[in-house]
């Protein structure tokens, strides 16, 4: 059976805005998941769900969802969650 392969670089993801965004983060495990996210979104409300930890226990990863404005808003939110010296990853 032959993969068929999609190439989707060029094209541009279409979200109706405002819309509900979910980032992974990825964060130590010694850190507080609710410090870092209010630390980055101040007053605006948002949800997190526990969502794994590693194989160790070293870092755990959280789902973080909240309303986004436009496309520079929810861009602008990945970075500075990025930035966060507890943050590992951000998907």
């Not at 060029?10 to 964060?27: H, R």
């Not at 404005?69 to 969650?81: F, P």
Request: hydrophobic share 35%.
């Amino acid at each position: 059976m032959e993969e068929k392969v999609v190439d989707l670089s060029g094209k541009k993801l279409e979200i109706t805005y405002p819309a509900s965004w979910v980032y992974k983060v990825i964060i130590n495990s010694h850190c507080n998941i609710h410090h870092v996210v209010k630390n980055v979104l101040g007053e605006r409300e948002f949800t997190v769900q526990k969502s794994n930890n590693s194989k160790n226990k070293t870092y755990e990863s959280f789902k973080v969802t909240i309303l986004v404005h436009n496309d520079d808003d929810r861009v602008a939110l990945y970075h500075e969650l990025k930035k966060e010296d507890c943050v590992k990853i951000v998907l």
